[in-house]
């Protein structure tokens, strides 16, 4: 059974930045894509940023130059760098991975950015 862990999520100011990691429990051998959400408080969940298993990522506008989604296959681990982050990204992230014919997703951690 597979079961995603999310940390690093944690209270920061205005332009500062933070690395999410998403570790797999158990062994992910192949993957469709892997992908962060985020959800503010009355607000639907939204896609941040998504990597798939050729690489290629794709980021929601108002990530795109900020933001950086990466994986380490050897790790079983997923990251996501957030750079200049600005009070409206305050959320809780999860990260999910979709294995074609099944989904996973992480607990979610809370990022706070305030000053």
């Known amino acids: 059974q597979v079961r995603l862990v999310v940390s690093g999520g944690g209270l920061v100011q205005p332009v500062g930045s933070l690395i999410l990691s998403c570790a797999a429990s158990?062994?992910?051998?192949?993957?469709?894509?892997m992908d962060w959400y985020r959800q503010a408080p009355g607000k639907e969940r939204e896609l941040v940023a998504r990597?798939?298993?050729?690489?290629?990522?794709t980021y929601a506008d108002s990530a795109k130059g900020r933001f950086t989604i990466s994986g380490d296959n050897g790790k079983n681990t997923f990251y996501l760098q957030m750079n200049s982050l600005k009070t409206e990204e305050t959320a809780v992230y999860y990260c999910?991975?979709?294995?074609?014919?099944?989904?996973?997703w992480g607990q979610g951690t809370q990022v706070t950015v305030s000053s």
């Open positions: 158990g062994s992910i051998f192949s993957f469709n894509f």
């Open positions: 999910h991975v979709n294995n074609y014919g099944y989904d996973y």
């Open positions: 990597i798939t298993t050729g690489g290629t990522s």
